[in-house]
């Protein structure tokens, strides 16, 4: 019924860049807040960036602020995470998140549907 699927992910070197997808389908994503996550190895999952339902808020981790863009296209039914100047701590596996909802946070919790994930790495 309701599934996200994450793609572009791969390795990279460091300053590379990648650019995230996370396509919907079951359901139309224009109802939905959606969120971008990561986990790395031995770590908890962390909330990176999120945006609003009509993609006119969007809110980033300190950590990744300026680095990553999140946008969205509901025409496509589409997230996207635009990585650029990706570091060797960015390695990790990426997951998209939507919940019913306007906007939500960076919490995991907060959100009821996850996709797969899909792994990033960066070489030094």
């Known amino acids: 019924q309701l599934q996200l699927v994450e793609s572009g992910g791969g390795l990279v070197q460091s300053g590379g860049s990648l650019r995230l997808s996370c396509a919907a389908s079951?359901?139309?994503?224009?109802?939905?807040?959606i969120g971008w996550f990561r986990q790395a190895p031995g770590k908890e999952r962390e909330g990176i960036s999120c945006i609003s339902s009509d993609g006119s808020k969007t809110h980033y981790l300190d950590s990744v602020k300026g680095r990553l863009t999140i946008s969205r296209d509901n025409a496509k039914n589409t997230v996207y995470l635009q990585m650029n100047s990706l570091k060797p701590e960015d390695t990790a596996i990426y997951y998209c998140?939507?919940?019913?909802?306007?906007?939500?946070?960076?919490?995991?919790?907060?959100?009821?549907?996850w996709g797969q994930g899909t792994q990033v790495t960066v070489s030094s």
């Open positions: 998140a939507a919940d019913v909802a306007s906007y939500r946070g960076l919490a995991p919790w907060e959100y009821d549907y």
């Open positions: 079951g359901f139309s994503l224009d109802d939905y807040a």
